[in-house]
């Protein structure tokens, strides 16, 4: 059974910073491209940042363009998302997601892409 936890949220004054950890057990991670996605309060969940099964591919969203960034260490199973400059419209419960995938076309930003999930992590900034 394939697990993901999410750790690292928190509340930030805007401008700061922070990082976000998902580690993922009970599968072949090396195996995963990986995804993080998250719904802030009355809004549908939305696409944030992918990465493929080596981490040598990335995508981010426009929003996170520039101030966020998806890394990964397979040998920790371990999916990162660290967030520079955030600001208020960024709070939202960030989620992890896992894609068994290692093809060419490994990217995809539509949730049901994504078999497996975290609970979800809260992330606040103030203004």
């Known amino acids: 059974q394939v697990q993901l936890v999410e750790s690292g949220g928190g509340l930030v004054q805007a401008g700061g910073s922070l990082r976000l950890s998902c580690v993922v057990s009970g599968g072949t991670f090396s195996s995963y491209a990986m995804g993080w996605f998250r719904q802030a309060p009355g809004k549908e969940r939305e696409f944030v940042a992918a990465?493929?099964?080596?981490?040598?591919?990335?995508y981010h969203a426009d929003s996170a363009k520039g101030r966020f960034t998806i890394s990964r260490d397979n040998a920790k199973n371990t999916v990162y998302l660290q967030m520079n400059s955030l600001k208020p419209e960024d709070t939202a419960v960030y989620y992890c997601?896992?894609?068994?995938?290692?093809?060419?076309?490994?990217?995809?930003?539509?949730?049901?892409?994504?078999?497996?999930w975290g609970q979800g992590t809260q992330v606040t900034a103030s203004s």
């Open positions: 997601a896992a894609r068994s995938y290692r093809g060419t076309y490994w990217f995809k930003a539509q949730e049901y892409e994504y078999a497996y």
């Open positions: 990465i493929n099964w080596s981490g040598g591919a990335t």
